[in-house]
T-cell receptor
Framework: EAQVTQNPRYLITVTGKKLTVTCSQNMNHEYMSWYRQDPGLGLRQIYYSMNVEVTDKGDVPEGYKVSRKEKRNFPLILESPSPNQTSLYFC??????????FGEGSWLTVV | KQEVTQIPAALSVPEGENLVLNCSFTDSAIYNLQWFRQDPGKGLTSLLLIQSSQREQTSGRLNASLDKSSGRSTLYIAASQPGDSATYLCAVRPRVSGGSNYKLTFGKGTLLTVNP
């Protein structure tokens, strides 16, 4: 079954404590991306990757890092989380502009 | 910069009613437009994708239309059911090369409630 798997699904953390949200896809997709969803703002792209070792900034990259060492994985790293990074995060993958699959989302609360 | 607007923000209808959700975008240089459904606690599920050269797409009770020149799309849901209750999102992809072509710009969504 085609899947994009994110972990953790729910997390409450404290300001400044580094955390990583993992994303893995089993479809051999080259393209992967991270979005955040906030009330009143909709979904906005954080980072994307076109292939292994190729990443680029989206619309709201500040405070985030990513890496793409393997094709299937695209972790989102918050080096020093702040309360304004409290959000619902989605990972997505695809093979081209006509296909995209989303993970089920990760609820992150930073206190 | 592309902006996508969805109207209404929320809609409540009785079961069986036909309804229309609206989406507008500011830059007509799009590659395609996609409608998604989002259920609470779940990810996004793609409903319909319309290429920029197409006028409409249909899947079951759903019909999506695209008027690229006016920057508008509609999602028509026929004979609505309580199971249709969800947030519906419209998203467009730009007509550019490279990674930016994959990027989706989303509207804020329409929260649909279908009452039994």
């Amino acid at each position: 079954e085609a899947q994009v798997t994110q972990n953790p699904r729910y997390l409450i953390t404290v300001t400044g404590k580094k955390l990583t949200v993992t994303c893995s896809q089993n479809m051999n997709h080259e393209y992967m991306s991270w979005y955040r969803q906030d009330p009143g703002l909709g979904l906005r792209q954080i980072y994307y990757s076109m292939n292994v070792e190729v990443t680029d900034k989206g619309d709201v990259p500040e405070g985030y890092k990513v890496s793409r060492k393997e094709k299937r994985n695209f972790p989102l790293i918050l080096e020093s989380p702040s309360p304004n990074q409290t959000s619902l995060y989605f990972c997505a993958s695809g093979t081209g502009p006509n296909t995209i699959y989303f993970g089920e989302g990760s609820w992150l609360t930073v206190v | 910069k592309q902006e996508v607007t969805q109207i209404p923000a929320a809609l409540s209808v009785p079961e069986g009613e036909n309804l229309v959700l609206n989406c507008s975008f500011t830059d007509s240089a799009i590659y395609n437009l996609q409608w998604f459904r989002q259920d609470p606690g779940k990810g996004l599920t793609s409903l319909l994708l319309i290429q920029s050269s197409q006028r409409e797409q249909t899947s079951g009770r759903l019909n999506a239309s695209l008027d690229k020149s006016s920057g508008r799309s509609t999602l028509y849901i026929a004979a609505s059911q309580p199971g249709d209750s969800a947030t519906y999102l419209c998203a467009v992809r730009p007509r550019v090369s490279g990674g930016s072509n994959y990027k989706l710009t989303f509207g804020k969504g329409t929260l649909l409630t279908v009452n039994p």
